[in-house]
């Protein structure tokens, strides 16, 4: 079985090279926002814009991404992006850098549903497991270099560089995108249909197929929830390394960079275990071992056992995510991907602007409580997880045992 199609190495190109731009802006942005106003509750309000963009534009893309030709939009979208992150880079005025902000994570809410719909679409069952792990490694290949090369500019050039440097990023990846084989049929029907009829429509298929997939939904549900809170502690990451670790923005970079090898290492390992290991097994056990990695950074008491900690939660957060895009994929058909995740991602945007607005609000006053307490939530989801997916293999086997074949 072939690891990679070469087919889909312009699309893995294109993810790395904008996957590493991305996670260099992450870093100067936090830097930026919290070096101008110094406060928690800023920095947190940077994390909500993207939550907020998906309750404006995700309840009626998912549709439109559906029908339209997933390749024209992944290339447009990207150089959007990248000229918006031209126009961000010579920015002075708050208000404005955050309008641009919101409108480069509006894009995003087009790029990744129509990309997960892209792959679904063309890439054979077969060679899910494999690829997906592959697909996770070229992610967070950005995520290695990213921060490393963002820890080396930033104390020499202004977060202006890096910005600019992301917007190259993306447009390069446009163009690589362009290079793609596939062709798709535009699916829009001639005859023109109300917008709320087609809404509404879309709505009941999506209804329809969460009853029928319930057992999946229930993992899923509790997948993001996770993912959710650690992306809320996420928000906070930056400014707990700085006052509790006394981290300076290099150290915070190689932080953040060992996470990215460990997701790196994680994600290639991922591709060899998807042979011989269940898609829900890794889901279940690659979170619980996230949730660990949490915790040994929120309770470190030394920037080691933080570096330690990050690590192990990027190798166990690759195997997780390549199985739930394993198990997501084998769960919800490709003509119906793009409407599924938008339909559940306003309510997980509104959980995710909820639990960052009040983690910042607490970090205002005691960041390391507003650390460390969302861990023993998290604690408990992973295991309810686990639970959830051992309950969805067991429902497997007995359907094939019970099989006349």
Known sequence: MKFIEKRFIPLLLGVGISSAGDFMYLIAINVFIYKLTGSAISVATLWILGPIAGIVIKPWTGGFIDRFPKKTIMIVT???RGLLMFVLAFQQNIGFILLIIFFVHVCSSFFTPASQAYIAKFLPAQQRGAFNGIFQAAQSGGLVIGPAVAGLLLPIFSPTGVVLINGASFILSAILL???PFKEENSVATSRIPFWKTWNADRKSVVGLTKEKNDFVKVYITFQTLIVMGMALDSLEWVYSKEVLGLNATQYSLLVSFCGIGYFAGSL???????WISAKTMVGVGMLFSTIGFAGYAYSPNFQTALTSFTVLGVAQAVANSGIMTLYQESIPATLMARFSNFFAVIISIMLISITFLLGLFGEKTVSMAVQLP????????????RFTNSLEEKKTRDVQSSPF
């Open 178 to 180: 362009i290079f793609l």
């Open 375 to 386: 861990v023993i939530v998290m604690f408990i989801l992973s295991f309810l997880l686990f």
């Open 269 to 275: 390992l991922a591709s060899i275990l998807s042979k």
């Open 78 to 80: 990207d150089i959007i």
